[in-house]
């Protein structure tokens, strides 16, 4: 098993910036890829941003040049560094892990909040 901790969500201004974090603890040593993906009200839940344990990203058209996704391996952590944001940018942001023969690990979710 493997468990998330999210933290890092809030309310900013458009334009502003927040940073959030996912720390994986347990059976960590079989995950792969790690993901965030955010829920609007009423929306499908998308795919924001990705990283591979070897560091290969790949971000939503939408968040590109705004979006940073990195990861600390030693710490088991991914980080989304999220810059110039836009009221459309609120949602409820998950993280979520591939690790591999343990299966696929979902956090609780964060809430970040953009007002005009």
């Known amino acids: 098993q493997v468990q998330l901790v999210e933290s890092g969500g809030g309310l900013v201004q458009a334009g502003g910036s927040l940073r959030l974090s996912c720390a994986a603890s347990?059976?960590?040593?079989?995950?792969?890829?790690m993901n965030w993906y955010r829920q609007a009200p009423g929306k499908q839940r998308e795919l924001v941003a990705g990283i591979t344990r070897y560091g290969s990203t790949n971000y939503a058209d939408s968040v590109k040049g705004r979006f940073t996704i990195s990861r600390d391996n030693a710490k088991n952590t991914v980080y989304l560094q999220m810059n110039s944001l836009k009221p459309e940018d609120t949602a409820v942001y998950y993280c979520?892990?591939?690790?591999?023969?343990?299966?696929?690990?979902w956090g609780q979710g964060t809430q970040v909040t953009v007002s005009s």
């Open positions: 347990g059976s960590t040593d079989s995950i792969n890829v």
């Open positions: 979520y892990v591939d690790a591999r023969w343990r299966g696929s690990f």
